[in-house]
């Protein structure tokens, strides 16, 4: 058995080696090309253009591989079915994709991407609520408290300045003392 998977994962890599390669070779074969007209038309514009100064030298062809039927398309159409195939045969799939394929079809991968991205949220809201929020309640709170310690404070000392100050008003005077004569 473990032969079996070994020599389907190394024919798999392979194929996988070849449609890269194809796929590369592509886009060396374009750029090689662009390169050059880009290259040529640059020095040769002021003089007429490409063609006047090289003649049959003259590159005027460049290979369209980005092109629907193009080397680099079909490479790269072979590499998403590789990878789709290998996806399929690993034996790995996660019960979550399957449910969202089977529920929701074609749509099943952008609806797992909003489920996720809300369940992210509630998660973040949970922890604001659950954290940040009686934290705040606590700081506030206790400003609040300090505040009104700090008012009723003052006000006491300002009732019992009152009070001293109307005490010394209000105290009587203290009676004349007596003569030690008196007149009968």
């Not at 374009?30 to 003259?58: H, I, P, Y």
């Not at 009723?152 to 000392?157: G, K, N, Q, T």
Request: charged share 15%; net charge neutral; proline share 5%.
């Amino acid at each position: 058995m473990e032969t079996r998977i070994d020599g389907y994962l190394y024919y798999n890599q392979q194929r996988f080696l070849n449609f890269t390669r194809n796929a590369i070779e592509g886009i060396h074969e374009q750029l090689d090309r662009t390169s050059l007209m880009t290259w040529q038309n640059r020095l040769l514009a002021e003089k007429g253009g490409v063609c006047a100064m090289f003649g049959d030298a003259c590159c005027t062809y460049i290979p369209n591989n980005t092109a629907p039927d193009g080397s680099i398309t079909r490479a790269l159409a072979s590499l998403t079915s590789l990878s789709n195939e290998l996806a399929t045969n690993s034996g790995i799939s996660d019960p979550w994709d399957r449910w969202f394929m089977s529920t929701f079809g074609s749509w099943g991968q952008r609806l797992k991407s909003v489920f996720i991205s809300l369940a992210v949220v509630f998660i973040v809201l949970l922890l604001i609520g659950c954290c940040i929020v009686p934290l705040i309640h606590y700081i506030i709170s206790k400003y609040f408290t300090a505040s009104i310690a700090k008012a009723y404070m003052l006000h006491e000392e300002h009732m019992l300045q009152i009070a001293s100050s109307v005490s010394s008003s209000l105290s009587p005077s203290p009676p004349p003392s007596p003569s030690l004569t008196s007149t009968f």
